[in-house]
């Protein structure tokens, strides 16, 4: 099983559209949880954390449920802007070598259409 | 705005030769990592480095690879005899252990490597 797995995609909306991406991760002991986004080419950058209360940041919102190992984003009244590889991230801690391994999902593109 | 920054941006070489890629970390910054990117594939983990030792590394860090931070304020990546399959963008990140957004990786814009 991958360690973090999310939709394939691609999704295609149009402008205005609601979509929301699904991911799981396999390790339970996994201790923070993100949403980065990717342009085409370019390097990661933090879209948001994901907390268990759930959070919202304008037209994003994430949810967190660790007994079901599931983390999801949703984007609202999307924009053409938003179109990008979105990448679901858990961090996992080993405070033994305080290790703190950052693992990426493999992205789910999304193309907001005009 | 701090940011970290790779060199080269792209470096061209021929399979089985030694390729040193530079990152300067945020400064402030005491979590630094090597990431790589095969084009069309996902972000891959290399490895992680904390108090001038490595803390964790991939089954990809294998012995060909290693990283040094030689004067405080360079992250280098080694690739020792690089292989066909080393292609790829590498990207240097770092990251606070401040604040609440504790894990947010700080990425550098890459370097392409492209082995010939």
């Known amino acids: 099983r991958k360690e973090v797995e999310q939709d394939p995609g691609p999704f295609n909306v149009p402008e205005g559209a609601t979509v929301a991406f699904n991911c799981t991760y396999s390790?339970?002991?996994?201790?923070?949880f993100f949403w980065y986004r990717q342009d085409c080419r370019k390097e990661p950058k933090l879209l948001m954390s994901v907390y268990s209360s759930g959070n919202e940041d304008g037209r994003f919102t994430a949810q967190l449920n660790r007994a079901s190992q599931y983390i999801s984003l949703l984007i609202r009244d999307s924009k053409l802007s938003d179109s990008a590889t979105y990448l679901c991230v858990v961090m996992g801690i080993r405070w033994e070598t305080s290790g703190s391994r950052l693992t990426f999902g493999e992205g789910t593109q999304l193309t907001v259409n005009p | 705005e701090p940011e970290v920054t790779q060199t080269p941006s792209h470096q061209v070489t021929q399979m089985g030769q030694e390729v040193i890629l530079r990152c300067v970390p945020i400064?402030?910054?005491?979590?630094f990592y090597w990431y790589r990117q095969i084009l069309g594939q996902k972000v891959e983990f290399l490895v992680s480095?904390?108090?001038?030792?490595?803390?964790?590394k991939s089954e990809i860090f294998d012995d060909q690879f290693s990283v040094e931070r030689p004067d405080g304020s360079n992250f280098t990546l080694k690739i020792r005899s690089t292989k066909l399959e080393d292609s790829a963008m590498y990207f240097c990140?770092?990251?606070?252990?401040?604040?609440?957004?504790?894990?947010?990786?700080?990425f550098g814009e890459g370097s392409r490597l492209t082995v010939l």
């Open positions: 990140a770092s990251r606070s252990n401040r604040g609440r957004n504790t894990g947010e990786l700080f």
């Open positions: 480095f904390y108090n001038n030792e490595i803390s964790e």
């Open positions: 390790n339970s002991a996994s201790q923070s």
């Open positions: 400064s402030n910054h005491l979590y």
